[in-house]
């Protein structure tokens, strides 16, 4: 489908369609027509009469079938502007919405993006209503048939009962990440902004092969795999990646998707470090600020900086941001670096302590031995006639279990 991109700039901002039709593209639209306008929003349709006429004649000729806007509209904007063009006008948020409920697979996804659209649609719900019944235009075709207040209240409904079923869902995910704790094996998960290669990293460690590739949010739902990390197992997760301007909306919808990083030992931050350096920046930003947002506090944090293949210049890019968090550079695609990237995350997970044990023989050795053998990094294993000496690094709860059972119990 061909799509007309548009964007209303004040004085100070920056132009910035690149990333929009790069979301086109991963929605599958085509981008024919892009048109930019410096200029105060103007009440009736956002950007100026004139170049609403302009949008027009391009629409005809090009035979554009719909209007995406980088900048939010009013009910009123779109209602307008629909109506000027015959034809649908979405925005950047509807447009991500779109991405995400054609890509999402898991029940949970599903019901977090029908969230999400059913909450932007409400606080817009009233006067759309009001809007149609002037004369429906594309995009507010049946709501002339309701009344306002009958509308909102389906919304709302619809809303409640989504986030029934959510609460169930999360409460099962809950179940699952107290089963992980009780394992006391150290969570790391992969962050950062969408594309910048978390899923690649993802395969690298963990064998696996899911999917990634240059569209935007190729991965929607989260992933964890017991990784090893220098000998010390932990659960590395991929999830769903950052955008600039990310919905509020979405964030909120997302939480508990997101709130994974607020119970992780260690998040990877995954920034591409072939794009140009102002773009590294804000990225690398919007991450942190997303994060705050999520809630995450105390987590140690290491830098990811990916692609180096594609960037030779990357040492001075790096040091010329001067990150405030320790990092590693890296390449998913070559391995280099993977190795001091290793490193760094068996240093910074923590969780683990080394200990030096004997374990008599007895009834509860053999399960204890499967446990260590299951979480610990196991650095020397001897049998004699008494039973077994071991030296590991242990998870610190398994630690306290082998303390309770073992004969002879040192930490080194
Ligand atoms: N040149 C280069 N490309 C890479 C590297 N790592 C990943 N890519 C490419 O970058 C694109 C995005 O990779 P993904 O692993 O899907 O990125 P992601 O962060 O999981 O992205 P989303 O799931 O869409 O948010 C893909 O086309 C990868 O092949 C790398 O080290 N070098
Ligand atoms: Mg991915």
Same mark, same amino acid.
């Given at each position: 489908?061909?799509?007309?991109?548009?964007?209303?700039?004040?004085?100070?901002?920056? #132009?910035?369609?690149?990333?929009?039709?790069?979301?086109?593209?991963?929605?599958?639209?085509?981008?024919?027509?892009?048109?930019?306008?410096?200029?105060?929003?103007?009440?009736?349709?956002?950007?100026?009469?004139?170049?609403?006429?302009?949008? /027009?004649?391009?629409?005809?000729?090009?035979?554009?079938?719909?209007?995406?806007?980088?900048?939010?509209?009013?009910?009123?904007?779109?209602?307008?502007?629909?109506?000027?063009?015959? $034809?649908?006008?979405?925005?950047?948020?509807?447009?991500?919405?779109?991405?995400?409920?054609? /890509?999402?697979?898991?029940?949970?996804?599903? %019901?977090?993006?029908?969230?999400?659209?059913?909450? #932007?649609?409400?606080?817009?719900?009233?006067?759309?209503?009001?809007?149609?019944?002037?004369?429906?235009?594309?995009?507010?075709?049946?709501?002339?048939?309701?009344?306002?207040?009958?509308?909102?209240?389906?919304?709302?409904?619809?809303?409640?009962? @989504?986030?029934?079923?959510?609460?169930?869902?999360?409460?099962?995910?809950?179940?699952?990440?107290?089963?992980?704790?009780?394992?006391?094996?150290?969570?790391?998960?992969? +962050?950062?902004?969408?594309?910048?290669?978390?899923?690649?990293?993802?395969?690298?460690?963990?064998?696996?092969?899911?999917?990634?590739?240059?569209?935007?949010?190729? +991965?929607?739902?989260?992933?964890?795999? @017991?990784?090893?990390?220098?000998?010390?197992?932990?659960?590395?997760?991929?999830?769903?990646?950052?955008?600039?301007?990310?919905?509020?909306?979405?964030?909120?919808?997302?939480? *508990?998707? %997101?709130?994974?990083?607020?119970?992780?030992?260690?998040?990877?931050?995954?920034?591409? $470090?072939?794009?140009?350096?102002?773009?590294?920046?804000?990225?690398?930003?919007?991450?942190?600020?997303?994060?705050?947002?999520?809630?995450?506090?105390?987590?140690?944090?290491?830098?990811?900086?990916?692609?180096?293949?594609?960037?030779?210049?990357?040492?001075?890019? $790096?040091?010329? $941001?001067?990150?405030?968090?320790?990092?590693?550079?890296? *390449?998913?695609?070559?391995?280099?670096?993977?190795?001091?990237?290793?490193?760094?995350?068996?240093?910074?997970?923590?969780? #683990?302590?080394?200990? /030096?044990?004997?374990?008599?023989?007895?009834?509860?050795?053999?399960?204890?031995?499967?446990?260590?053998?299951?979480?610990?990094?196991?650095?020397?294993?001897? #049998?004699?006639?008494?039973?077994?000496?071991?030296?590991?690094?242990?998870?610190?709860?398994?630690?306290?279990?082998?303390? /309770?059972?073992?004969?002879?119990?040192?930490?080194?």
């Amino acid at each position: 489908m061909k799509v007309a991109l548009v964007q209303r700039l004040d004085d100070w901002a920056e #132009y910035n369609l690149d990333e929009l039709e790069e979301l086109c593209r991963s929605a599958g639209y085509t981008p024919v027509y892009k048109l930019v306008q410096r200029r105060p929003p103007h009440s009736k349709y956002m950007i100026g009469p004139g170049k609403v006429e302009e949008l /027009r004649r391009a629409v005809k000729s090009l035979k554009i079938e719909k209007i995406v806007t980088e900048n939010e509209l009013k009910p009123v904007q779109e209602y307008n502007l629909a109506k000027a063009l015959s $034809i649908p006008v979405i925005t950047r948020t509807q447009l991500i919405l779109e991405t995400f409920a054609r /890509r999402a697979a898991s029940t949970e996804a599903k %019901l977090q993006i029908k969230l999400a659209e059913l909450q #932007y649609e409400l606080s817009r719900a009233k006067e759309k209503v009001r809007l149609a019944k002037k004369g429906e235009q594309p995009g507010f075709h049946g709501l002339g048939a309701y009344e306002a207040d009958v509308y909102y209240n389906e919304v709302f409904r619809r809303i409640s009962t @989504i986030k029934q079923k959510l609460k169930q869902i999360r409460m099962r995910k809950n179940l699952v990440r107290q089963r992980r704790l009780e394992g006391g094996l150290p969570t790391v998960a992969l +962050t950062g902004y969408t594309n910048a290669g978390k899923t690649t990293l993802f395969n690298r460690f963990s064998g696996e092969e899911h999917p990634a590739g240059p569209q935007l949010f190729t +991965t929607l739902s989260t992933t964890a795999r @017991i990784v090893k990390f220098r000998g010390r197992k932990a659960y590395l997760s991929d999830t769903v990646g950052f955008i600039k301007n990310l919905p509020h909306l979405l964030v909120e919808s997302f939480h *508990s998707t %997101l709130s994974e990083f607020i119970y992780a030992d260690l998040l990877l931050l995954v920034v591409d $470090i072939s794009e140009e350096k102002s773009v590294v920046e804000s990225k690398l930003n919007t991450c942190l600020n997303v994060l705050d947002e999520v809630g995450v506090k105390n987590v140690p944090i290491l830098v990811v900086f990916n692609k180096i293949d594609a960037a030779s210049d990357y040492q001075e890019k $790096i040091e010329s $941001i001067n990150p405030e968090f320790r990092y590693v550079a890296v *390449s998913a695609w070559t391995g280099q670096g993977l190795d001091t990237l290793e490193e760094s995350v068996a240093d910074m997970m923590g969780g #683990y302590i080394r200990v /030096r044990a004997q374990l008599e023989n007895g009834q509860t050795t053999p399960s204890l031995l499967n446990e260590i053998k299951q979480f610990c990094n196991i650095l020397k294993i001897e #049998y004699n006639s008494s039973g077994y000496e071991i030296e590991c690094e242990t998870p610190l709860q398994l630690a306290e279990k082998i303390k /309770r059972l073992a004969a002879e119990f040192h930490v080194v």
